[in-house]
């Protein structure tokens, strides 16, 4: 049973583990049906990609080992 102060936690690294796979999700579909008319949404995806993976990053340095959050994606 997890602990209720793991809760909080792992509801985080669920949302940005979401954030994440919408992000490269959005931009495969980009990236397969390129247009210069969608450069910006690109970019703003992009961002989202690199914010959700330095979250997960914090989180694992400073509060998990990282088989803890690979073994959490399973």
């Known amino acids: ?4 102060k793991n809760l909080l936690f792992h509801s985080i690294v669920k949302h940005f583990d979401a954030k994440r796979a919408e992000a490269l999700a959005a931009l495969a579909i980009i990236f397969d049906n390129p247009s210069p ?3 910006e949404e690109a970019i703003q995806w992009t961002k989202q990609l690199a914010e959700s993976e330095i979250a997960l990053q914090q989180l694992n340095k400073h509060f998990l080992s990282e088989e803890l959050i690979t073994e959490d994606k399973k």
């Open 1 to 4: 049973k997890m602990e209720t």
């Open 37 to 39: 008319s969608i450069q």
